[in-house]
């Protein structure tokens, strides 16, 4: 039974959602239609349409520079933030030890930090150490940043996860290798995926920290606000379109994984009772 | 389950795995790459104005300085908190509503409405500020469209303050959003039901059940915005053209043009100081199991 006041709030929780999405989506059709536009200053309507400065742009060997450092940092910092994220949601929510409390406090400490803040922090102490700043400062910076996040998005896979099909496994005679590889690692694989996916994306995307830890090797979103702030180009839309793919490219393939391995397992467990 | 655990796994050889060496690594990490960094700050802090060497000298100069009244660092600072706090709520304000459709009205398209806000967040924020800096400019897109209709045109809504505000409730909506929405997943349907049963009203039900209950989360994602807001540079730089100095501004004008190292670490310390006051405080009263959704046992 629905109440006619109830749904009319919820009719208007879907307006307000709808006008909360289309506002957060506003601004980056403004990019894209930016990056077509033939004129070198943008002027709405556009008068002309061209693709050139998306030629000039895939062309530019400055960008395929640009592109190939935010590449290689985000997978760097995907890698080494999921191992050292795994390890850190396990102690964060599955086991029980002393200073689990405190572990967790800790934790959470750099993602209510500054980041400019935080950026500049690092900056003095690669100066401090002499440590001349380049991509594998920007990983590290990243990182300390990223993997508390991505423990944050584990732990939440991993407080759902029922221990007790471990034992079970264990009571039927598994290895530790097996009981690994056949219960823990697909119940918290959503976990793992998830945690990886945060970890490539908000370095791709991340422009405090990389400002002052990445040295010369400039990034994409470094890159782009160099240029917004002196020396505009309609590249700059451009790239930042790209950018913008990359990132819903890559998203949208994760999404597509998790089908994937939602299906198959599914058909396993379907094989599997049919053998029966 | 979680207090039998280190005992059956004892019993299962699989001991020599403590619980505590899984966190080993994050501590490493956030030990070299957080604390050091703000230990380095803090030693800075100390050093003679313009140097930019450390345990030379020891001097409380770049403190006395921060403080003094024709630095503008005092203004900076109420601009950053003001400017946080209003973003923090009125972030509450335009949140909560979608929080609530998504533990409770959208259904099978929660998921979706999720995903849709969580991409965002992996677009660097330059490019989303700029998009709406295409938008307002003007010959942007809202002054040609209305020129377009035949009103008269020429809006100057770029940088000023209300702007940056727009630009921080902006690309911060995500941050209040999932904590708000973990909070109101806390919160049980049948308890709302009961209350309802007993005559409260939906004002009652609100502030007797479903506030306390979501409390922890709303708390967090107070706290979140508020400190990410409170530091946020770009927005007043995008933006804001050069309208408001930001706190975040000042600590890099210090660090960069100024190379004014001691200055810029003084001043990080404060920050670092009144931010890390705040998160205490806030976390003092909440418990992160309860949030992240462990269970209860």
Redesign the interface.
Known sequence: MKLPGRRKS?I???V??GF??L?????????V??SFSRAR?????IRSFSTRWWEQTLESLEIHTIITNSLLIAFSVTLLSV???F??S???????????KL????????????????G??????FN?FGIETSWRTAI??H??WI??VA??VM??QV??FD??LE?AA?DLGCS?LQVFREITLPLLWPGIQSGALFSF??S?????LSLYTSGADST??EW??SK??AGYTPM??VL?TI??LG??TI?LMS?LLSVLIRRLQLHQLSRQDATK | MTTALPSLLENRGKASLSPALLAIPSLVLLGVGFFLPLCVILLYSFATPRSFELLRSFTLVNYSELIRAENSIWRSFIWSNGLALATCCLLFLFTYPIAHGLCRVFGHWAGLVTNLFIFPLFISENVRLHGWVLFFIKGGVLNGTIEALGWQGGLEVLYQPGMILAGMIYTHFPFMLFPVTLGLAMVPRDLCDAAADLGANRWQIWREVELPIALPGILVGMLLTFVLAFGALTEARILGGQSVIVIAHDVEHAFTYAQNWPLGSALSVLLTLWIGGLVMAIFSKVDLDRILGKKEI
């Open positions: 919820e208007l929780t879907w307000w959602t909360a999405l506002t957060i989506y506003l601004p980056l059709f403004c990019t239609l930016a200053y943008f002027t709405f309507p191992g050292i994220a390890c850190g396990l102690a964060f929510a599955r086991f029980n030890w002393r200073g689990r572990f967790q406090k800790v934790l959470v400490l750099p993602i209510f930090f500054p980041q400019p803040v935080l500049l922090a690092l900056l003095l102490l401090t590290f910076a990182l300390v993997a508390p423990t944050l732990a939440i407080y759902g221990a007790s034992e264990y530790n994306l908000l791709w995307g991340n422009f405090p994409i979103p782009l606000y917004m702030v700059v839309p930042g950018s913008t990132a819903a998203f999404g």
